[in-house]
């Protein structure tokens, strides 16, 4: 079985930096691409990055592009999302996914306010 368990979100001032971890023990991590998305308050679930199984091609959401950072440790099976400058919009539960068995993670919130 798959489990994906996301870590790292909080209450931050805009502007502030958060950086997010999953954890995936007990399948072939290095094996498949990586990515995470994120759900505000009534609206649907957004894609904000995605990373291949060596690392080497990102691609994230326009709206966080430049600000995100998007990255794995094969060797630990832990996926991260590094977030700066961050803004109000950034609020939301962000998710962890793999396309193995289309799994998810429990999610994590973030919320940016003053």
């Known amino acids: 079985q798959v489990q994906l368990v996301e870590s790292g979100g909080g209450l931050v001032q805009p502007g502030g930096s958060l950086r997010l971890s999953c954890a995936a023990p007990?399948?072939?991590?290095?094996?498949?691409?990586m990515s995470w998305y994120r759900q505000a308050p009534g609206k649907g679930r957004e894609l904000v990055a995605t990373i291949t199984t060596d690392g080497r091609s990102l691609n994230y959401a326009d709206s966080v592009k430049g600000r995100f950072t998007i990255s794995r440790d094969n060797a630990k099976n832990t996926l991260y999302l590094q977030m700066n400058s961050l803004k109000p919009e950034d609020t939301a539960v962000y998710y962890c996914y793999t396309t193995l068995w289309d799994t998810w993670g429990q999610g994590t919130q973030v919320t940016v306010s003053s």
């Open positions: 007990g399948f072939y991590f290095s094996n498949y691409a």
